[in-house]
């Protein structure tokens, strides 16, 4: 799949986060879009229909990532997941998903989006 057709959504509660990795994905051709919460990622995706990759952060008030990726499995958007926390839990939850450190290297953001924008 082109960067063009792979559409993206990014779900950060942070809002400087959310802005520089939508624009890092933008400017690489990728079609994405931004919210800030599991809740607004889900209105969101009740609107538009799910994208083909999720760019989430697992820390966010209300609906976590985990929580919003537990609502959206067995649907066919990939996760990347983003997280400064690398505990066992988080690597076996990485299972299902890609998992990116954090700071994030926009070099390593743009492939991992790449790849899972091509499986």
Do not use: Y
């Not at 063009?4 to 959504?9: F, T």
């Not at 209105?43 to 820390?59: S, Y």
């Amino acid at each position: 799949m082109s960067t063009k057709a792979c559409k993206i959504l990014v779900v950060d509660d942070d809002a400087d986060t959310r802005e520089a990795l939508s624009t890092a994905l933008s400017d690489a051709g990728f079609a994405v879009e931004a919210v800030e919460g599991g809740g607004q990622a889900l209105d969101w995706i009740q609107q538009h229909g799910e994208p083909d990759v999720i760019l989430l952060d697992l820390r966010m008030p209300h609906i976590d990532g985990n929580q919003l990726l537990a609502r959206l499995r067995g649907g066919r958007a990939r996760a990347v997941v983003l997280s400064g926390d690398s505990s066992a839990r988080l690597i076996r939850f990485a299972r299902d998903a890609r998992l990116l450190g954090k700071p994030v290297d926009l070099e390593e953001l743009e492939k991992a989006v790449t790849d899972a924008c091509a499986a």
